[in-house]
Every structure is written in C-alpha cells, then in structure tokens.
C-alpha cells in the first residue's frame, strides 16, 4: 500500500507561499532515528524544507523514555525552545516517540509546556500530516493520548541521513517484558514486516547505491513468530544475502533466548553479514536474569557467546544493566565474571533507571545509587582492562571496510569500520570515500585502529 495522504498536497500548497524548514531532534535507539527519516521523508512531500536548530519553523521531537535521562533530555530541550516560540509565532513544536506513547507524560506536557503544538506516540506516521496541518493552517493543537503504537506504516518516504549506509526496519515492538524495560509498553507487540516489503526497499537501496545495511527490530531473531506460515530470520538473512551490491549486512538487536543454530550457521556461511554481533547480556547472574525475565541463565549466555566465538574474526558487543533492584554484590560479580570469560569489543552499560509501570518499578530496591556507580566504574574498567586484548589480535590481518570519510579528529586522514565495527583510521584519498576496500592494520589503540589501503 502507497503512503497516502490528502494532507500531503495541502500543505504542500501552505508551503508554496509560506517555504516553513524542519527541524528533527531525535533521541534514544536507531529504531527512533529510522522512524525520523521516515519522519523527515513525510515533512518533505508536505513542501517543508530541511532547516537547522536556529533557524527552523516545526521543531520535531522524537523522544526516548527506555531511562529516565532520556526523558530529562526532552524536558531540557524544551525548556529553550519557548523563547523562540515568542520571539517568532511561525514556530511550532511537535512532540512524538516513546515517552509521548504514556499518557502521565502527555499530561505533564499538557501542564507545564503550554506552547506544544502537537503531541503523538509512536506508530503514528498516518496521522501525522493532518494533525501538522490542523495545527499550522486552521490553528487546532492535538494533545490527546491516542494508541496508535501497533501501526505497520508501508511506503512511506524516507530521507536517508547517509550515502552508503542505510537502515531498515523488519519487526516493530516487543513481546518479552523484561522486567526492567518499558519498550513493550510504549512500542507495541511484536509485528513483521512482509519478506517482500523488506526485499523491495533494500533492492531500491542497492541500486541507490548504498553499500551497508542495517536490518533494525527490538528483537530481531523472533521475526516472523507472528506469521501463519514458517518464514524465519535466517530465512531472511539467506534472501537480502543474495541482493547484488549490499556488501555489508549488519542488525540489531537479537535476543540471547532466540538464537538458534540455524542462525549461527546462516552467519557462518555468509559472505555479508557482519563478523559482529550484539548479544544484550544484562545480568551475569541467574538470579538476576530470572527476575528480569530474560528466560536465559548464566550458563547458556556463555555457552552461546563461546559458540559464536568460534566464527573467524568474530567480535561481540553487549548491553548490561547495573544495579537492577535488589542485585547483591556476589551477583554483581557474576556479571564481571562473564565479561571476562566472553571478552567483549563493545559494551554499552547503564545504570538501573526504574521504569513507571514496569514489573521492576515494584520491585524492592535497598542498593544505594552510590553503589550503584561504583559498580559501574568497576565494569568500566574490567572492560578497558580485556578490551587491548582483543584489539591486539587484529594488528597484521587485512579486513574488509567501507570508507565512510574524513576522521574528525584529523583532517588528513579518512575512517571507516570493519565488518567487526572496530573504528579504523587510514590514508586515502576523496574518491575512496563509499568503497569497500582492504585495510590491513598496523596498530591498535583502545577506541581505534591504524591501517593502510592494501
Ligand atoms: N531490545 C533491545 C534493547 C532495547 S533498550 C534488547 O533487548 O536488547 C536498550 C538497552 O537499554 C537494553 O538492552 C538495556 O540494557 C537498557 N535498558 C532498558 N531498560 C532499562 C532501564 N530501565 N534501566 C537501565 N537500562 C535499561
Ligand atoms: Fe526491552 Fe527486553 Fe524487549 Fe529488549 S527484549 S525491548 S530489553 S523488553
Ligand atoms: Fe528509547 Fe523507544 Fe528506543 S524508549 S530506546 S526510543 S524504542
């Protein structure tokens, strides 16, 4: 089904005469960043024009609530953004995402930040332009909490923020629950999108020109749970594997329960897919991961990590919480335990943030945040401590990289990512810039690698 949409052409027509720029400020996961381009894609066909912060007529907010910095982020931004509403009425704010998908939020923006516009959850790119429309031609605000987190929006337009590398959506939501996490909330169930769907957009890419694919979903291997008929993640990896001029394959996030052997075998015998895998870890402990409802125990994350260890070159990030209520410093330990036998390249660690309406939010929390911390420099540190060891190992061999462009840091040097997601800095020239070249490596550094086209 096209994305269609008679307030498309109305505003297009406001827009003729009155030229309104966006602006997207987009926080929390690449789910949220792809929904954005989706989002920039819409404003677009509606005639408005990419602005930047300081000069821009709607102001679009998609917001995170998985912890409760992410939320304080929004309130922060927020907070500047009246002065410019006074200062020039054209300005509008519109505020969409996972923390508007609760209604205790849409009440508090309702109270305290009058000049809101517009207020949506996620899933609701249908509704979207006629809500903007109301808001900016006849003067209607829409403030109202509506559930709209179940959508599967087809065809929509998408402006993609990079030439190369692009990301695509193939499931929505979430059915697991851990305790901790309020994406089930706010994200909806798990839904597929159709293998044909999914093929079509990433052909349209290849011929586009873009190299480097990342297939995105909260839960990415229970893609096609939902379908009458047995179609799995492996059987889409084998299908977008076979689409001429992707070259690098990448997604996020699977989950430790659902990784089967037919999976690691897929990735095996892949010639796309990432030597990189994100394996969320969360807990170390058993106990912990019980009361988190992550059905794995401690035994079996490691069996699996090992066995995806044994891939040539293979590099595992993972995602842990500290500090989830009630974790005891033994069971802590648990967690630095497995972080040292698995030996991580990437670990992204976040201190326990309850979350209203979560099983965990109940839970009995005696762990002072001060301990919490400290916990959390303890993990730091065990992970600066084994990350050398892994880098080392990479110093001689040659691997497969995408140019991505100039480093940032050194302007006569340019930078790219292995297959493994390791940061390397190189030698090259302009014209490199969106090719998949050699690079062997000549020395490691904790955050990054030197190398040399070969
Ligand atoms: N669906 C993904 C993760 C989504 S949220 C998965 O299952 O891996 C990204 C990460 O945020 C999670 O992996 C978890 O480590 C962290 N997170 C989620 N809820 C949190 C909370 N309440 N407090 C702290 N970290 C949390
Ligand atoms: Fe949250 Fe767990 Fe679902 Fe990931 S799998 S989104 S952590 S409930
Ligand atoms: Fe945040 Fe929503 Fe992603 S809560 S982490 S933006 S799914």
Known sequence: MKFVNSYLARMQDYNK???????????????????????????????????????????????????ENAENTLFGRLGMLKKKKMQNPQTYIVIIGCLTQQQVMVDKIKKSYRFVDVILGTGAMSIFPEKIYNAIVTNEKHLEYLDMSNALDEDVPVVFDDKYKASVSIIYGCNN????????????????????????????????????????????????????????????????EKIDGIEIIRFMSPHPKDFKDDLIEVIKNSKKIARQIHLPLQSGNTEVLKKMNRKYTKEQYIELAMKLKQIPDISLSTDIIVGFPGETEEQFED????????????????????????????????????????????????????????????????????????????????????????????????????????????????????????
């Open 17 to 67: 005469e009155h030229k309104l720029k966006y602006y997207i400020d987009t926080m929390g996961c690449q789910m949220n960043e792809n929904d954005s381009m989706k989002y920039a894609g819409i404003l677009e066909s509606m005639g408005f024009e990419k602005g930047e912060e300081d000069n821009s007529n709607l102001y679009l907010f998609n917001t995170c609530c998985v912890r």
């Open 177 to 240: 629950f851990c305790t901790y996490c309020i994406v089930p909330y706010v994200r909806g169930r798990e839904r597929s999108r159709k293998p044909e769907d999914i093929i079509s957009d990433i052909q349209k890419l290849a011929k586009d020109g873009y190299k480097e694919i990342m297939l995105l979903g909260q839960n990415v291997n229970s893609y096609g749970n939902d379908f009458d008929e047995k179609y799995t993640f492996s059987m889409l990896l084998q299908e977008i």
């Open 335 to 454: 967690t630095l335990d497995v972080v040292n036998t698995v030996k991580f390249d990437q670990i992204y660690m976040f201190i326990y943030s309850p979350r209203e309406g979560t099983v965990g939010a109940r839970m009995e929390d005696n762990t002072p945040y001060s301990q919490k911390v400290e916990r959390l420099e303890r993990l730091k540190k065990l992970y600066e401590d084994t990350l050398p060891q892994l880098n080392e190992k990479m110093v001689g061999k040659t691997y497969k990289l995408l140019v991505e462009g100039k480093s940032k840091t050194n302007d006569n040097l340019y930078t790219g990512r292995t297959s493994q997601n390791k940061v390397v800095v190189f030698e090259a020239n302009e014209e490199d810039v969106g090719k998949v070249v050699n690079i062997k490596i000549d020395s490691d550094h904790l955050w990054y690698l030197k190398g040399t086209i070969v």
